[in-house]
């Protein structure tokens, strides 16, 4: 008997995989509104902290920021030092991110109103 040997995904194309499969999901949507959210609410806020705060990997948290970044819903408003001495930027939501994250909240209302 001959059994034909499959070839399995590499890791860069299970990477991708799984990339496409969050971006096509909403994930990324989710994950950037929940940075949003919590810029809203925390002020201030260095790319460690808001993976502290949302118990998300520093890399997806840099992803998001970055893209909240390019889209113009949040900025670097300064530095603070990090206990080792590393400087680390601090964002900020800024007014069109702000308005952007009334619209997600104002959706998310009316579609738990329309799921009662």
């Known amino acids: 008997m001959s059994t034909a040997a499959q070839f399995q995904p590499s890791g860069n194309a299970v990477k991708e995989a799984a990339f496409h499969e969050h971006r096509r999901s909403g994930g990324m949507a989710r994950t950037r509104a929940a940075v949003l959210d919590r810029l809203a609410k925390s002020g201030l806020a260095t790319r460690n902290d808001l993976s502290d705060a949302l118990g998300m990997p520093l890399p997806s948290v840099c992803g998001r920021c970055r893209e909240l970044?390019?889209?113009?819903?949040i900025e670097p408003v300064g530095t603070v030092r990090a206990d080792g001495g590393h400087a680390r930027q601090q964002l900020d939501l800024t007014a069109e991110g702000a308005a952007v994250l009334a619209q997600i909240a104002q959706a998310?209302?009316?579609?738990?109103?329309?799921?009662?």
């Not at 970044?69 to 819903?73: A, F, L, N, Q, T």
């Not at 998310?108 to 009662?116: L, N, P, T």
């Open 108 to 116: 998310a209302k009316q579609e738990a109103g329309h799921a009662e």
């Open 69 to 73: 970044y390019d889209m113009g819903y």
